[in-house]
């Protein structure tokens, strides 16, 4: 059966996950471990990723990371991500995280990654993924940019 494939948007893919950051999230400079971070953005990316394909996903990439800005345990984490690039069965998904102080609203914008997953039929196989509009030039310029980040990483981890 050959079923016909709609393109999804951008917007559609967006999701908003915010945490409450507590002493157990500290690292040993009393700060929020990178690793507690790394698994909020692995599950924002994830979320965008499965509102996309309809489907479940899994990890097979995630760009460097980079903590600009410390995140501290009194601090509300924001998480926003959204689907940048899709391929054939994979998606590129774009997470950005603020720190913000729920006291003042003050926010600082602590790390960006790009993530890739691979969306899973019901027998734990790739499947392919609709196809994604952009509904700005600035989502297409990211896209753009996507495509290149998958093309290099593929020419370099393949």
Request: charged content about 20%.
């Amino acid at each position: 059966m050959n079923k016909e494939v709609h393109g999804k948007t951008v917007s559609a893919s967006k999701i908003t996950i915010a945490q409450m950051m507590h002493p157990e999230h500290a690292n040993s400079l009393g700060n929020v471990h990178g690793g507690w971070i790394m698994k909020l953005v692995d599950e924002a990316g994830a979320l965008a990723a499965m509102r996309h394909a309809g489907r479940r996903v899994v990890t097979v990439a995630i760009d460097r990371m980079i903590f600009r800005d410390p995140i501290r345990t009194t601090d509300l984490v924001i998480l926003n991500a959204e689907v940048s690039y899709v391929g054939n069965t994979s998606m590129e998904s774009e997470v950005n995280v603020f720190a913000e102080n729920p006291i003042t609203g003050e926010q600082r914008h602590t790390n960006r990654a790009y993530l890739v997953f691979v969306a899973l039929d019901e027998n734990g196989q790739p499947t392919p993924v609709p196809p994604l509009i952009a509904e700005t030039d600035e989502q297409r310029l990211r896209m753009q940019e996507g495509a290149a980040r998958q093309a290099y990483r593929k020419s370099h981890y393949a």
